[in-house]
C-alpha cells in the first residue's frame, strides 16, 4: 500500500512538472539520413559528372568541322557550362567524403545500348558536313541537356544539406535553359531537318 503511494506521488510529481515547467519527456532522435536518399544522390552525381565531363569537350569539334557562328557560340556556352558543373560536383566530393562520383550502377543491357548510341552518334556527327551536321549536333545536345537537367533536379532533391541542394537545381535550370536555346535553333533549320530525314 505504502509503496502504491509513493508510485501515485512520483506520478502526481512528473505530470506537475510538465504542465507547470514545461518538462517534456525527451523527443526520439531524428532518423538517420535515408540510405535510399544517399544513394540516388550519389548516383545521379556520378552519371551526371560523367555526361558534364563529356559534354566540356564538345566544342573541340569545330576545329574538325565548320559551324554557323549561331551553333558555334550556343555550342561555346554549352561547353563551358558543362565544364563549370563538372568542377562543381568535384568540389562537393572533394569536401564530402559521403558522396562518389564514381556510382554509375548500370545494368550491363543499360550499359552497352548507350555505348552503342554514342559509337552511331559519333558516326553520325564525323559522317556529316554543313547543315546535316549542325542538325545531328543539335540533336545530341537536346538529349544530353535534357538528360543533365534531370540528373542534376533528381540529385538536388536527394540532397541531405539544404545549402548544397540549391547548386544542382541551379543547374538543372541552366541546363533545361541551353536545352530550350537548342530546341529554338532547330526549330529555325527546317530546311536542314527536312534534307536530313531524306538521307
Known sequence: ??????????????????????????????????????????????LLHQLLDEQKDVSMLRFIKWEHPDVKNLVKRIATASGDGSKLLEEF?????????????????????RKEIASTEQKELLGHTGDKFELALLLTQTEALSYASHLAKVAGENEPQLDRALAPERLSGEMRKLYHEVFELLLLKPSSAGAASKS
Request: aromatic content about 2%; overall charge positive.
Open 93 to 113: 566530393a572533394k569536401h564530402d567524403p559521403s558522396i562518389q562520383l564514381d556510382d554509375i550502377r548500370l545494368p550491363p543491357g543499360e550499359a552497352a545500348t
Open 1 to 46: 500500500m505504502i509503496a502504491r503511494n509513493i508510485l501515485s506521488l512520483l506520478a502526481l510529481m512528473l505530470l506537475g512538472c510538465g504542465r507547470l515547467t514545461g518538462c517534456q519527456s525527451p523527443k526520439p532522435a531524428a532518423p538517420p539520413r535515408s540510405n535510399v536518399a544517399l544513394s540516388t544522390r550519389n548516383n545521379c552525381y556520378s
